[in-house]
């Protein structure tokens, strides 16, 4: 069964600085989707990226970018230019066949000011 | 778009009364999921309907939980008799599928439920 490890319960940055949170995940498929997901303190899951494993190019979205070292099976996210709205629980997940998500534990970002 | 909608946002009941939570899916996609929400065990998948038809259950706990989905646009998931342990935020997802493509799942707001 698929697993998605995230090692950092929380991490903190100051606003304005860049942050990068890790995923490690592990699979013996080859075809495959990497998401990470935003969760405010509302509880509203929101998409903020996703990357297809076939794709060697790293996916961006305005100051989110990833990291996806596919032999070392990491998927990590950046947060440039923090901003106090980025503050919330971010979960790294994982869809393979099936179309199900498996998700990490979450690292809770805190912004400060 | 409305985006995928649960009701009710909150629920408080008494152990071993009948919860009915609710889902819409947005319209026109075909994959329907309803996960579970807590601090020991994190985001799991309970269950997930493809064009209405149950794929997979293997997630949901045992048998006081059942899941619906008798249209394309409406979704139930009961747990009777509900016990403490069941307090949770529970979420519906939906999502396109064409066949061999994966798509982005879309998350509801959730349905926090306490039961006493």
């Known amino acids: 069964a698929q697993t998605v490890t995230q090692s950092q319960p929380e991490m903190s940055v100051q606003e304005a600085e860049t942050v990068t949170l890790s995923c490690t995940y592990d699979?013996?498929?080859?075809?495959?989707?990497l998401f990470w997901y935003k969760q405010p303190p509302s509880r509203q899951m929101i998409l903020v990226i996703r990357q297809e494993a076939y794709k060697q190019q790293n996916a961006t979205e305005n100051r989110f970018s990833v990291n996806f070292q596919k032999a070392a099976k990491s998927f990590s996210l950046k947060i440039s230019d923090s901003q106090l709205g980025d503050a919330a629980m971010y979960f790294c997940?994982?869809?393979?066949?099936?179309?199900?998500?498996?998700f990490g534990a979450g690292t809770i970002l805190r912004v400060k000011s | 778009d409305a985006g995928v909608i649960q009701s009710p946002r909150h629920e408080v009941t008494e152990m071993g009364q009948e919860v009915t939570l609710r889902c819409k899916p947005i319209?026109?996609?075909?994959?329907l999921f309803w996960y579970r929400q807590t601090m020991m065990r994190g985001l799991e998948l309970l269950i997930y309907f493809n064009n209405n038809v149950p794929i997979d259950d293997s997630g949901m706990p045992e048998d006081r939980f059942s899941a619906k989905m008798p249209n394309a646009s409406f979704s139930t998931l009961k747990i009777q008799p509900s016990e403490p342990r069941d307090s949770a935020v529970y979420f519906c997802?939906?999502?396109?599928?064409?066949?061999?493509?994966?798509?982005?799942?879309?998350f509801g707001p959730g349905t926090r439920l306490l039961v006493l």
């Open positions: 699979t013996s498929e080859s075809d495959y989707y």
């Open positions: 997940a994982y869809m393979g066949g099936g179309n199900k998500l498996v």
């Open positions: 319209s026109g996609h075909d994959y």
């Open positions: 997802a939906s999502s396109f599928g064409l066949a061999g493509v994966k798509e982005t799942q879309y």
